[in-house]
């Protein structure tokens, strides 16, 4: 069974910064394109940024593009995002998830509040 753990969300201030990791299990991460979605308080679910299998491309909605990276750690079988300069409107909770997947995590909370 496949499943998805995010970790590493929290309260922080406008402005900051926060790395939030993702393991697997049931599935090798190292294998799979690997993508970060993110779902706001009132809204729908939506993309934050793909990273290829070897980390050797990595694409980003407009905004997280700057701000946001993502980036993998093949040996340790893990995903994360880096984000800083976080503001307001990143309150979500992020999820990862593989590309083309259908497994969805617990996600991990983002509260960006001063």
């Known amino acids: 069974q496949v499943r998805f753990e995010e970790s590493g969300g929290g309260l922080v201030q406008p402005g900051g910064s926060l790395r939030l990791s993702c393991t697997g299990s049931?599935?090798?991460?190292?294998?799979?394109?690997m993508s970060w979605y993110r779902r706001a308080p009132g809204k729908g679910r939506e993309w934050v940024g793909t990273i290829g299998v070897a980390g050797d491309y990595t694409n980003y909605e407009d905004f997280a593009e700057g701000r946001f990276t993502i980036f993998r750690d093949n040996i340790e079988n893990k995903l994360y995002l880096e984000m800083t300069n976080l503001k307001f409107e990143d309150t979500a909770v992020y999820y990862c998830?593989?590309?083309?997947?259908?497994?969805w995590g617990q996600g991990t909370q983002v509260t960006v509040s001063s």
């Open positions: 998830k593989n590309t083309g997947g259908s497994t």
């Open positions: 049931g599935f090798s991460i190292r294998s799979s394109s």
